[in-house]
């Protein structure tokens, strides 16, 4: 049955992306060290690679992998209920989960931006220097946005539009009503009825009578 929601974007939303978002936020909370320390190569502000082992470092990383973590049940939660039962009806799906991706994607860009924005020029045009943790930040999250995007613009989906001019079929075959009959129609019966009851009375009575004469 198509849907709005078909299976690619479905399983994207609600397992792939909050499974990415977990890794991520286990990273953020368990290792905070680690994470903080290659936000960047050591070789740029060597002061704060131990950003993450100070009280304030491991306070702000953690904070960040529990933002992630809520972003996870979230997309856990409310793609499978939207999926579930909101699927036959089509309408009412697409706008609520227009209403959950845009800010999503809003906050996808915003991300990137503050992330990419406080590094310096140098650095920032010398993607090859960059560490695992900003690659992953920044193509994970633009992946995320891409696929996102392409939802809200219809591609690879029928439109809820499309699927509402489309009539159900059903397989249940259901009996005809009987129309109600015009005057015309129950005076013919009227008067055929006795005669047909007439006829089957002589068929009835013609073999006494030969037996009779015999």
């Not at 680690?34 to 990383?61: K, N």
């Not at 309408?91 to 915003?110: Q, Y």
């Not at 002589?202 to 073999?207: D, G, K, S, T």
Request: proline share 8%; hydrophobic share 45%; charged share 20%.
């Amino acid at each position: 049955m198509p849907s709005v929601l078909p299976s690619n974007y479905y399983y994207f939303f609600w397992l792939l992306e909050p499974a990415l978002t977990i890794v991520g936020a286990l990273s953020a909370i368990l290792n905070p060290e680690d994470f903080g320390r290659h936000q960047l190569p050591d070789h740029i502000e060597r002061p704060t690679t131990g950003i993450g082992s100070s009280s304030r470092g491991q306070m702000i990383v953690s904070q960040l992998g529990s933002c992630f973590m809520l972003l996870a049940m979230l997309s856990l939660s409310l793609v499978y209920l939207f999926k579930k039962y909101l699927d036959d009806r089509p309408v009412v799906l697409e706008k609520l989960f227009k209403g959950l991706l845009i800010p999503l994607a809003i906050a996808d860009i915003l991300h990137v931006v503050v992330t990419l924005l406080p590094l310096p020029i140098s650095h920032l045009k010398s993607p090859s220097e960059w560490t695992h943790v900003l690659h992953c930040t920044v193509w994970i999250t633009l992946t995320l946005f891409v696929t996102r995007l392409s939802w809200l613009l219809g591609f690879g989906r029928p439109s809820a539009k499309s699927l509402s001019l489309v009539k159900p079929t059903s397989n249940i075959t259901q009996r005809p009503f009987p129309l109600p009959k015009s005057d015309s129609e129950l005076r013919v019966e009227q008067v055929v009825k006795p005669d047909a009851e007439v006829q089957t009375a002589r068929r009835r009575n013609a073999p006494r009578q030969s037996r009779a004469v015999e």
